[in-house]
């Protein structure tokens, strides 16, 4: 048995200028996990379920939940003396901490906000980048704005059946399962690869009248392909986006959010969501895109930019994109 520590340790020692630094950002992480898994395991019993009578900077109602995870990791990352700065989707502007601090850390404590009351699993994305600013000063805008390509490690933790955590640096994907009992991550999941076909698609349609033309006639089709296919996929949406992306990883499925002509920009974050979960899905040999370009190409403009995303096995997002990347919005 690997436990997460042990992995991150081996894996560390293969790096040459390696200080430890990342992999105790790393360790961390999980630690947060574990303690927003301890929370949420006893959330119909402690009270800590409902609503907090706040509004986040998105507009959203915060949940007890979103609210105490988002403290719990803040304070994990406040004490790691590596972490110059963070961004949550939970706080309005970015976090200096310490200032000489190699990296900065983005994270959603608890992506799937609307399941959190009815025992659904939810999940905490994370997405970390080396800092550009000087050491010694406190971290800048700019250090979270770096793009897609520039993170070195980014991954998410599902808290369902199990509590798992998956992660990659650029060397694949990996991931771990919480042993309750020990309190450690287990590797269970080397090597993660998305197989190259879809078994499910993952999209909320109630606003499919309000898409793009191109990406409605891209749904018809896939409609048409399922009324003919030996093996048809089947619909399958959680509503949480770890959730989601976590069942497609494993089993082959395409999960889409798009904009609507109303809000072409949709309705996920860029930094928290989407870049992070596009960095996976191509080291699990999957694409990502916004329906036009490469998601991890979509340069970053502000902490909470929002982006319509596409996730899926490549030969699934390349048909898509046939249909959509294409066509100018100008156009709809
Ligand atoms: P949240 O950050 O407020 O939890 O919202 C993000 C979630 C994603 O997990 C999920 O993919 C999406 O919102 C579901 O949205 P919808 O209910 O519109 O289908
Ligand atoms: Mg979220």
Redesign the pocket.
């Given at each position: 048995m690997i436990t997460l520590e042990q992995f991150i340790v081996d894996r560390q020692q293969e790096l040459a200028d390696a200080t430890g630094a990342f992999s105790k950002i790393l360790r961390d992480i999980g630690l947060g996990a574990k303690l927003i898994s301890f929370y949420l395991r006893r959330a119909s019993l402690a009270d800590v379920l409902g609503e907090l009578g706040l509004t986040n900077i998105q507009g959203?109602s915060v949940q007890k939940l979103d609210h105490l995870a988002n403290t719990l990791f803040s304070q994990v990352m406040r004490k790691n003396p590596h972490v110059a700065g963070f961004a949550s989707?939970e706080e309005e502007d970015i976090v200096p901490t310490n200032p000489n601090g190699k990296y900065v850390v983005l994270f959603?404590p608890l992506?799937?906000?609307?399941n959190i009351d009815v025992g659904v699993p939810v999940g905490t994305i994370f997405s970390i980048y080396q800092r550009v600013s000087p050491a010694g000063e406190p971290v800048q805008v700019a250090d979270f704005l770096q793009g897609g390509c520039a993170q070195v490690g980014a991954g998410y933790v599902l808290y369902g059946t199990s509590t798992l955590l998956f992660y990659t640096t650029g060397q694949g994907v990996h991931g771990f399962t919480l042993e309750p009992a020990a309190g450690e991550f287990l590797l269970t999941y080397p090597q993660v690869s998305m197989p190259a076909t879809s078994q499910y698609y993952s999209f909320?349609d109630n606003q499919l009248h309000e898409w793009e033309p191109a990406l409605q006639r891209y749904v018809a089709d896939l409609h048409a392909r399922n009324r003919t296919a030996s093996k048809p996929q089947s619909l399958r949406y959680v509503?949480?986006?770890?959730a989601?992306f976590h069942r497609n990883l494993l089993k082959g499925g395409l999960f889409m959010?798009p904009g609507t002509v109303k809000k072409p920009e949709g309705?996920?974050r860029l930094l928290y969501e989407g870049y992070p979960m596009a960095w996976l899905t191509e080291q699990a040999g999957g694409k990502a895109t916004n329906g036009k370009v490469a998601l991890l190409e979509v340069p970053a403009e502000k902490i909470h930019q929002r982006t319509p995303l596409f996730l899926g096995p490549a030969s699934e997002i390349d048909h898509l994109l046939s249909f959509t990347a294409n066509v100018s919005v100008e156009t709809l």
């Amino acid at each position: 048995m690997i436990t997460l520590e042990q992995f991150i340790v081996d894996r560390q020692q293969e790096l040459a200028d390696a200080t430890g630094a990342f992999s105790k950002i790393l360790r961390d992480i999980g630690l947060g996990a574990k303690l927003i898994s301890f929370y949420l395991r006893r959330a119909s019993l402690a009270d800590v379920l409902g609503e907090l009578g706040l509004t986040n900077i998105q507009g959203e109602s915060v949940q007890k939940l979103d609210h105490l995870a988002n403290t719990l990791f803040s304070q994990v990352m406040r004490k790691n003396p590596h972490v110059a700065g963070f961004a949550s989707e939970e706080e309005e502007d970015i976090v200096p901490t310490n200032p000489n601090g190699k990296y900065v850390v983005l994270f959603d404590p608890l992506d799937g906000s609307s399941n959190i009351d009815v025992g659904v699993p939810v999940g905490t994305i994370f997405s970390i980048y080396q800092r550009v600013s000087p050491a010694g000063e406190p971290v800048q805008v700019a250090d979270f704005l770096q793009g897609g390509c520039a993170q070195v490690g980014a991954g998410y933790v599902l808290y369902g059946t199990s509590t798992l955590l998956f992660y990659t640096t650029g060397q694949g994907v990996h991931g771990f399962t919480l042993e309750p009992a020990a309190g450690e991550f287990l590797l269970t999941y080397p090597q993660v690869s998305m197989p190259a076909t879809s078994q499910y698609y993952s999209f909320n349609d109630n606003q499919l009248h309000e898409w793009e033309p191109a990406l409605q006639r891209y749904v018809a089709d896939l409609h048409a392909r399922n009324r003919t296919a030996s093996k048809p996929q089947s619909l399958r949406y959680v509503g949480s986006l770890v959730a989601d992306f976590h069942r497609n990883l494993l089993k082959g499925g395409l999960f889409m959010y798009p904009g609507t002509v109303k809000k072409p920009e949709g309705k996920l974050r860029l930094l928290y969501e989407g870049y992070p979960m596009a960095w996976l899905t191509e080291q699990a040999g999957g694409k990502a895109t916004n329906g036009k370009v490469a998601l991890l190409e979509v340069p970053a403009e502000k902490i909470h930019q929002r982006t319509p995303l596409f996730l899926g096995p490549a030969s699934e997002i390349d048909h898509l994109l046939s249909f959509t990347a294409n066509v100018s919005v100008e156009t709809l």
